[in-house]
């Protein structure tokens, strides 16, 4: 096969790949977006490609189109390792991190802040956004910038924060949520952009989705919406990179560790031998 612009192939999966422009490799701390296709078949790779090539020139757009971007989400990263407190990434950013290139317009973070945790996410937002008022108050700007911060809903996002990945972005070390506590909140909530960055997600091949059913058992409502939303996500990556089921499970084996053996499948061995003694 010859080379396809953007296209690299990895092991048996295809990989897109696009070099940051100069003017943005520091503000990015990356000289290039690497993001898995998802797939082995050139075709549907080629077509996911194309939807990654958008995805990056509009990150590209929006960082020289709103230049204080990093300077704000430098600000409140450092406002919160100064409390010490445990935080997250969420949104767009976080799936950027992911290796899945996105259009990245806000700051969208969640934060173990104690019992008064609304008045201090509060607090350090209005900090923020006083500094930077000229960019963030839509009365002063055209595109102001959207800043989110909020305590954790529950013990089990809590739990969740330990997971969280340290990677350089926007010039600083910064705490960028697991695949699986993204997956685990698109699916636990719902906003317009949820389903599709959930897909992508899986689509990527990198997220345990035996842990997210786990964390959406003890959590989910009674109508377990949280779990038929997690079906409907893994058949949109289906649908998005190929069109036979077994070969999305072929080609996601191969992606994985062989050595590695599944949690749920430790604890059925486990039960096992306690039945037997």
Known sequence: MGSVANIVQRGRIFHFRRRVPADLRRC???????????????????FQACRSYVAAEELFSTLRATPMLPAIFRDIIGRLDAAGAAYAVLGRIALTLHEQARFVGDIEIVADLGTDGGERA???????????AAHMDPHLCRRPIELTLRPCTCATESGLLGNAITRPWFGVPARLASAEHLLWLWCHT??????????????????DLHRVQGLL???????????????????????????SFSRFMTERRARLDPNQVPVWQ????????????
Do not use: W, Y
């Open 122 to 132: 509060a607090d350090l937002v209005r900090a923020t956004r006083t500094r930077f």
């Open 217 to 243: 058992r003890e959590t989910d409502d009674i109508e377990e919406s949280g779990q038929r939303r997690l079906r409907l996500a893994i058949g949109d990556a289906v649908l998005s990179t190929t069109s």
């Open 266 to 277: 430790l604890q059925r061995a486990k039960a096992a031998d306690s039945d037997k003694r």
């Open 28 to 46: 990015l701390g990356r000289n290039e977006l690497v993001c898995s296709l998802g797939t082995g078949d050139i075709r549907t790779a080629k």
């Open 190 to 207: 719902e906003a317009p952009d949820h389903a599709m960055n959930a897909s992508a997600l899986i689509a990527g091949g990198t997220v």
